[in-house]
């Protein structure tokens, strides 16, 4: 069992800087995959970015460019630096884990993931 917990949301003027950070605790993550996923209000929950427990990072063409993904296995955490932020990135953010044998691998569908945190929220005014 793996519990996650983000911090690092906050209300930001837009072209500002965030940084969430996702915290891992009851089981190393390895070997996990990480995730970040964002749900606006009225909105689906999107993958942001992902990343294999060897480091192969993705971004969703919505954050490409602005948003770095990172881990550090040995401390079990994941970060989101978020750059240029805009009016549309408000939403409230999600980490996520799940185990894979392939180092390569990331998903991107919330359906592939096992644990979930409680999610932190991100405001972006204009």
């Known amino acids: 069992q793996v519990q996650l917990v983000e911090s690092g949301g906050g209300l930001v003027q837009a072209g500002g800087s965030l940084r969430l950070s996702c915290a891992a605790s009851g089981r190393t993550l390895g070997r996990n995959v990480m995730g970040w996923f964002r749900q606006a209000p009225g909105k689906e929950r999107e993958s942001v970015a992902a990343i294999s427990w060897s480091g192969n990072p993705y971004y969703a063409d919505s954050v490409k460019g602005r948003f770095t993904i990172s881990r550090d296995n040995a401390k079990n955490t994941m970060s989101l630096q978020m750059n240029s932020l805009k009016p549309e990135d408000t939403a409230v953010y999600y980490c996520?884990?799940?185990?894979?044998?392939?180092?390569?691998?990331?998903?991107?569908?919330?359906?592939?993931?096992?644990?979930w945190g409680q999610g932190t929220q991100v405001t972006v005014s204009s």
């Open positions: 996520a884990a799940r185990r894979t044998l392939d180092s390569n691998s990331y998903f991107t569908s919330q359906n592939d993931y096992d644990y």
